[in-house]
């Protein structure tokens, strides 16, 4: 299920060169914009791999011991490949994971990362062929993918169904739901003993909320050319199903249920949980690019 081998770009070397350079400037302009971001390590986990970071999130003075409690939540993610692989799973990869990394995807590339972050999706298990009514609940799904600028692929290929090999596949595994985090956290430990490799894993496996709070509101919803977000998915997230507010305080994303007579309410509100969710994940793993990386050159 593995997208990329280690910065494997499709194109020709001389498209793998500009994205080492691109990379390279993108990580120092970023520390121009940052503010008030600021890294959050325990004691004595300082890795001396410049490729590994834990960043802490952006969040104003009055809210940094927040933050500190929340670190440990947070894993360690590696650059030295250059690019990011991260799984998204639910339930029966259909619609929540999908929505997941579309969104991701339109946000890294907004953010200049679209060639170095990559999302990709999977189900616990995988449902049964299609019958009349998922037909419909597809062609609903991609409108409202159309209207969030969602690439139709995300919606379109088969389902796939989690392997234990993805825990070596990808970089990050992030859960839509606490009851997905706790199942794939069983795999690992009945997988490894205790010890250093079950700890590796399980620190990789994430439930994607948990994110929801790295950043502050400020961050989340400034508008400009350092604006985290395109001004379509800012505004959804400001006025969708509560407000931004609401959105925080969703720990397990629900799965809408489009055919209820409150679908439309339902996919708004699991729409604005995924843009903060998603949005902040970005800027996380945007924030975990070391400022000691070297220049990445494909011919050395």
């Known amino acids: 299920m593995s997208l990329y081998s280690a910065c494997a770009f499709h194109g020709t070397a001389s498209n793998s060169s500009r994205c080492g350079l691109l990379l390279s400037t993108l990580a120092r302009k970023r520390s121009s914009s940052r503010g008030v971001v600021h890294r959050v390590r ?7 791999d410049p ?34 692989q991260v799984l998204f799973v639910d339930r029966t990869d259909t619609v929540r994971a999908r929505l997941a990394a579309g969104l991701f995807e339109r946000c890294a590339e907004w953010n ?3 060639r170095a972050l990559y ?29 969030l600028e969602i690439l139709p692929r995300y919606f379109t290929r088969p389902a796939e169904a989690f392997e234990t090999e993805d825990l070596d596949r990808y970089d990050l595994v992030m859960a ?38 790295y950043e502050s509101d400020a961050v989340l919803t400034r508008r400009g050319g350092f604006a985290l977000l395109p001004a379509q998915l800012s505004f959804l997230l400001k006025t969708g199903a509560g407000g931004l507010k609401a959105s925080k305080a969703v ?36 924030d975990a690019y070391p400022d000691n990386m070297p220049h990445w050159d494909p011919v050395d």
């Open 42 to 48: 325990a004691a004595g986990s300082a890795s001396p």
């Open 51 to 84: 490729g590994t970071s834990k960043p802490a999130g952006a969040k104003a003075a009055s809210t940094a011991a927040a933050a500190q409690n929340l670190a440990h939540l947070w894993p360690s993610v590696s650059w030295s490949r250059y690019h990011i």
């Open 112 to 114: 200049g990362y679209g």
């Open 119 to 147: 999302p990709w999706t999977c189900g616990l298990t995988v449902g049964g062929p299609r019958d009349i009514h998922a037909i419909s609940k597809l062609t609903a799904l991609m409108r409202g993918a159309r209207d």
């Open 176 to 213: 839509l739901d606490s009851q997905i985090l706790e199942e794939i956290r069983q795999i690992v430990i009945l997988e490894h003993p205790p010890g250093a490799d079950r700890d590796y894993y399980l620190q990789k496996v994430c439930l994607l909320t948990t994110f929801s709070h």
């Open 251 to 286: 720990v397990d994303i629900a799965s809408p249920d489009l055919a209820s007579p409150d679908g439309a309410a339902q996919w708004e509100a699991t729409v604005a949980a995924l843009i903060l969710s998603t949005a902040s994940l970005v800027k996380y793993l945007i």
